[in-house]
């Protein structure tokens, strides 16, 4: 990753940070070229410092949106279903 597509990524994040709630879909569609595994990895540890930080909010919120945009890009595995992992709800079917 090169240090102007970082900064790239840190100028979206700051951008969805100050978004009006809701719109975050919003902003994230108007920088497509931008949506890709680095962003995710970035927010991740954007994520991580503001939670050492005591930004807690900031934390979760940038944990959601990576995992969401990580779901959307194909890089977050799907659990299945949790009636699988419970043998005894199965076999009362």
């Given at each position: 990753?090169?240090?102007?597509?970082?900064?790239?990524?840190?100028?979206?994040?700051?951008?969805?940070?100050?978004?009006?709630?809701?719109?975050?879909?919003?902003?994230?569609?108007?920088?497509?070229?931008?949506?890709?595994?680095?962003?995710?990895?970035?927010?991740?540890?954007?994520?991580?410092?503001?939670?050492?930080?005591?930004?807690?909010?900031?934390?979760?919120?940038?944990?959601?949106?990576?995992?969401?945009?990580?779901?959307?890009?194909?890089?977050?595995?799907?659990v299945p279903?949790?009636?699988v992992a419970?043998?005894?709800?199965?076999?009362?079917?």
């Amino acid at each position: 990753m090169t240090e102007q597509r970082e900064q790239l990524y840190f100028n979206l994040i700051d951008e969805l940070l100050k978004c009006p709630n809701g719109q975050e879909p919003v902003v994230l569609e108007s920088h497509p070229e931008l949506m890709d595994s680095g962003l995710v990895e970035t927010m991740l540890q954007v994520a991580t410092m503001f939670a050492h930080e005591g930004n807690q909010d900031g934390a979760k919120f940038l944990f959601f949106v990576g995992r969401e945009l990580a779901k959307e890009l194909g890089l977050y595995p799907e659990v299945p279903n949790t009636e699988v992992a419970n043998p005894e709800a199965a076999n009362k079917e």
